[in-house]
């Protein structure tokens, strides 16, 4: 069923949200919507409270680490956790209470999926434990595709997302997330056709974010996707700085669910 997902972006130790396609190496024209005053335990606290699983920690660049950690020891197996995750450090997170890893710059080696990376990932988590983060840049309208982009969605990749694509990569995970990386953050609508796709092609759990203004777009994204795709909405939420999605209705919304 449709649920909604809570995030917890993390930008040099702080909980931010940002808009996607600003992010570089060197940090210029980079566009920040909100920056909380709060911790990133201090959301993690709160999902705790009103059992909000399956919420991802994004750790935006260097320096994150410790944020990241607070969050996953305040809500021990809620939270999965990204950025910057490989097969040497993945333990580590799992040890600290992730629920899952979230991989996708690694298993990319000059821009093409390096197989002998996924594996050496799957032999740490198993499928159990690994989400793969498939985010992607619409490459053509007509027909719709799209390409992952990977190091911080700066760099698009040969891989498209297809039927063939998700099948074969789910052998090796449990969840799919993907972002919308053209239109992450910058609350003018959903990509419809992307979460259209995934509902009908891949064959394991997936969150789709990206875009998301109001509360109408969780209905929307439950009903487009036949109840099958998750929703993750950061920007648009009253609790970082939005005022289009109050996040006690995105609580009561997963509550009819159930």
């Not at 799209?146 to 698009?156: D, F, G, I, Y």
Request: with cysteine; net charge negative.
């Amino acid at each position: 069923m449709t649920l909604f997902r809570p995030c917890i972006d993390i930008h040099d130790g702080k909980v931010k949200q940002i808009v996607g396609s600003s992010l570089s190496d060197s940090g210029a024209g980079l566009k920040t919507n909100f920056e909380s005053e709060h911790s990133a335990g201090y959301f993690a606290e709160m999902y705790k409270r009103d059992c909000v699983k399956g919420g991802h920690v994004i750790m935006l660049g260097k320096g994150n680490v410790e944020a990241a950690k607070e969050a996953l020891a305040a809500y021990p197996g809620g939270l999965q956790v990204g950025g910057g995750i490989t097969n040497e450090n993945a333990q580590q997170y799992l040890d600290a209470g992730a629920s899952h890893v979230i991989v996708t710059s690694y298993l990319f080696v000059d821009g093409k999926l390096d197989k002998d990376r996924l594996e050496a990932m799957f032999k740490v988590t198993g499928k159990k434990h690994l989400v793969l983060d498939l985010s992607c840049k619409r490459t053509s309208s007509n027909p719709p595709r799209w390409n992952v982009a990977t190091n911080r969605w700066q760099t698009l990749t040969p891989t498209e997302i297809t039927a063939e694509s998700l099948k074969e990569l789910a052998n090796y995970c449990d969840e799919f997330l993907i972002h919308a990386a053209d239109v992450e953050g910058k609350q003018q609508g959903m990509d419809e056709e992307l979460i259209k796709f995934l509902a009908e092609n891949s064959p394991i759990p997936v969150t789709y974010a990206g875009g998301a203004k109001n509360l109408d777009d969780l209905y929307r994204c439950k009903e487009i996707s036949n109840n099958k795709v998750d929703l993750t909405i950061g920007s648009a939420l009253d609790i970082f700085g939005g005022s289009g999605v109050k996040y006690n209705d995105c609580i009561t919304f997963n509550k009819s669910q159930r």
